[in-house]
């Protein structure tokens, strides 16, 4: 097995940035799309830890799903690459279109099966137990890196911005991000709660789900954590730290409309930052509705720019 390098240390400590006034309020931007592997972003953040496990384990291939515009499928199926192991890539038929992600989940030479998602739980188990079958040692990452380990990853980046804010003598009122799968969203409210935080607001910006189930999962995730670290948290204090909204998720995955694209435009037009419209530029919009629907002024606005920028360049071509 080959070393990845960028993935043996996980103290990304990623910059952070102001980037704008907004209604009276001074937004900053964390760049965890200039994490230093595979175009970076919380996918990367979430796998330095699964190339950990992968290692413990000794495992010798790697089987996770997603769909074609996955940017966690494209970093997998990098660090299997550069590892010097199989990857085998279940993909939803429904999926829609193929993007510069699915380019480069071929160029990275993983096996992808296509198949209908009712069928995706079931393929996964096959192609689990046929490889163990032939005598391997298989490795399951759940879809977008779902799971303890991608939510530790989290925890530490909910150290970083501590770290950061004490330093340059800066508090953060609210922290904003793209929420999907959760476990970003659960990460960054556990390091929350660890650190007994109180004047902050972290606000997941729903890009797919609804309330409540939306919200549920990531409750679940944050539970999970605490009991994966046999850390005892009050059921009141994780209520009243977990903000997620779906005001802002339109019809759903994928979906974006003019005002995103706009906003989409103004930031690489005006401060060099690609976003694309799945995820990092819908959550973008979707603070900045969230900042004028609670009327929200004269405070410090994290937002984490959580990467797919293959996406971004996807967009720009179509
Ligand atoms: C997956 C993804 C998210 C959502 O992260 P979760 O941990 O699944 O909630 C946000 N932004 C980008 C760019 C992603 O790829």
Redesign the pocket.
């Known amino acids: 097995m080959n070393k990845v390098v960028e993935l043996e240390n996980t103290e990304f400590n990623t910059p952070i940035f102001f980037v704008e006034e907004f209604s009276d309020n001074k937004i900053y931007i964390k760049r965890d ?1 200039f994490i230093p592997f595979s175009f970076g ?3 990367a953040r ?1 796998a330095a830890y699964f190339y950990k496990d992968i290692i413990k384990n000794n495992s010798d291939c790697v089987v996770t799903y997603g769909s074609g515009s ?3 499928c494209r970093i997998i199926a990098n660090m299997c690459k550069s590892m010097g192991i199989e990857c085998y890539v279940v993909s939803p038929l429904e999926a829609g279109e193929e993007t510069m992600n699915t380019i480069l989940v071929k160029k990275f030479g993983a096996h992808i099966t296509c198949v209908p998602v009712n069928e995706v739980h079931d393929t996964l188990e096959n192609i689990m137990s046929e490889l163990r079958k032939n005598g391997k040692n298989p490795y399951q990452i759940l879809g ?3 799971g303890d380990l ?1 939510t530790a990853a ?1 925890v530490d980046a909910y150290q970083e911005i501590l770290e950061f804010e004490n330093k340059n003598n800066i508090k953060y009122d609210y922290i904003f ?10 990460g960054l409210v556990c390091g929350q709660l660890i650190n007994n935080k109180k004047d902050q607001t972290i606000v ?1 910006i729903s ?1 797919a789900r609804k309330c409540p189930q939306g919200r549920n999962v990531v409750k679940e995730s944050i539970i999970s954590y605490f009991n994966s670290c046999n850390i005892e948290m009050d059921d009141s204090k994780i209520e009243q730290k977990l903000v997620f909204t779906d005001a802002y998720r339109l019809d759903g995955y994928g979906e974006a409309n003019s005002q995103i694209y706009a906003e989409i435009n103004n930031m690489i037009e005006n401060h060099g930052i690609p976003m ?1 419209s ?3 530029g819908k ?1 973008y919009w979707g603070m900045k509705q969230y900042i004028l629907d609670n009327n929200i002024k004269n405070n410090n606005i994290l937002f984490i720019h ?3 920028t293959p ?1 971004f360049f996807h967009e720009l071509i179509k």
């Open positions: 799309d972003g919380n996918k979430k996955s940017n966690h977008g890196g779902h991608g989290f991000h793209a929420s999907g799968t959760g476990t970003t969203q659960a997941g890009i694309d799945t995820y990092v959550a959580t990467g797919g996406l």
